[in-house]
Nanobody, 118 residues
Framework: QVQLVESGGGLVQAGGSLRLSCAASGIIISIHTMGWYRQAPGKQRELVAAITSGGSTNYADFVKGRFTISRDNAKNTVYMQMNSLKPEDTAVYYC????????????WGQGTQVTVSS
């Protein structure tokens, strides 16, 4: 069984920073793309940033220049450094990983709350 466990969420004032981490554990052959999504109350879940196993990154326009995604393949862990946080960044942030094996499967973490006060 594979698990993705997030950490690092919390309450921060506007302009502040947080660093999210997501560690994958279990029987892991390979991890392709890892990413962070978020869901605010009453809104759909949306992609924030993603990173491939080779290190190529993709960011949503609303976080470009403020958030940085990275990963440590040896630790099966993905990180997201969030700077210059805004109240509109308030959401539950979910980690996603696409794991390889006999077939590729997508896994989700349980989510971590990020609250940015004005």
């Amino acid at each position: 069984q594979v698990q993705l466990v997030e950490s690092g969420g919390g309450l921060v004032q506007a302009g502040g920073s947080l660093r999210l981490s997501c560690a994958a554990s279990g029987i892991i052959i390979s991890i392709h793309t890892m990413g962070w999504y978020r869901q605010a109350p009453g809104k759909q879940r949306e992609l924030v940033a993603a990173i491939t196993s080779g290190g190529s990154t993709n960011y949503a326009d609303f976080v470009k220049g403020r958030f940085t995604i990275s990963r440590d393949n040896a630790k099966n862990t993905v990180y997201m450094q969030m700077n210059s946080l805004k109240p509109e960044d308030t959401a539950v942030y979910y980690c996603n990983g696409v794991l390889g094996g006999s077939r590729d499967l997508s896994y989700w973490g349980q989510g971590t709350q990020v609250t940015v006060s004005s």
